[in-house]
């Protein structure tokens, strides 16, 4: 019986590391979490398939992707392109409008505040 359990456990684990092994490097991790932190506070407004949406509800739909693919994303880059950037389904991109700024896709946007956040980093 305790042979089965320890094996019972081991194969659970092994099922585990899949998930556990594959995201973005532990370097670039500070990354994503910032921006998904700038999505959550963001005033703009992000357009899925003509679905309009604030930022708090525009992270869970990203969140909920990054789960789905985080076996496919190796960079900070490989998650905007996954996660934030297009309809799975559709393929259509995401937009955002920020105020009176005209309309871009969510991958520009991130990708910029991605620069903008590493800019700030390399200068601390």
């Known amino acids: 019986m305790r042979i089965r359990t320890g094996l019972t456990l081991a194969l659970l684990l092994l099922g585990q590391l899949p998930s556990t092994l594959a995201d973005v490097p532990n370097g670039q991790r500070h990354?994503?979490?910032?921006?998904?932190?700038?999505?959550?506070?963001?005033?703009?407004?992000?357009?899925?398939?003509?679905?309009?949406?604030?930022?708090?509800?525009?992270?869970d739909h990203i969140n909920k992707k990054y789960a789905y693919f985080r076996d496919d994303i190796t960079s900070t880059e490989a998650f905007i392109e996954r996660s934030?950037?297009?309809?799975?389904?559709?393929?259509?991109?995401?937009?955002?409008?920020?105020?009176?700024?005209?309309?871009?896709?969510?991958?520009?946007?991130?990708?910029?505040?991605?620069?903008?956040?590493?800019?700030?980093?390399g200068r601390h």
């Open 31 to 59: 990354e994503v979490e910032h921006l998904l932190n700038f999505i959550a506070n963001t005033d703009c407004i992000i357009d899925r398939n003509g679905s309009l949406h604030n930022g708090r509800d525009a992270l």
């Open 84 to 121: 934030a950037s297009k309809s799975t389904f559709s393929g259509n991109s995401y937009t955002v409008r920020c105020g009176s700024e005209k309309v871009i896709t969510t991958q520009q946007w991130l990708l910029d505040e991605l620069v903008a956040y590493r800019s700030d980093k």
